[in-house]
């Protein structure tokens, strides 16, 4: 088993706890971001959307 197929086992089911992380965690940082708040939407909106690839 290599390791693709370890993650892929570790995460299928679980796409919206991963989503809710992704979001949580953008919130803390852009609240200390200052102006570079846009960023962390893009980079949290391209986290989600690899999250959406994992297995269901």
Known sequence: MGIA?????LTKGKKKP???GIDT???AVKGKAGSHGDKVDS???AAKKAADKLPD
């Open 18 to 20: 991963i989503k809710d």
């Open 43 to 45: 980079a949290a909106d």
């Open 5 to 9: 197929d370890k993650l892929s086992s």
């Open 25 to 27: 965690g953008a919130k």
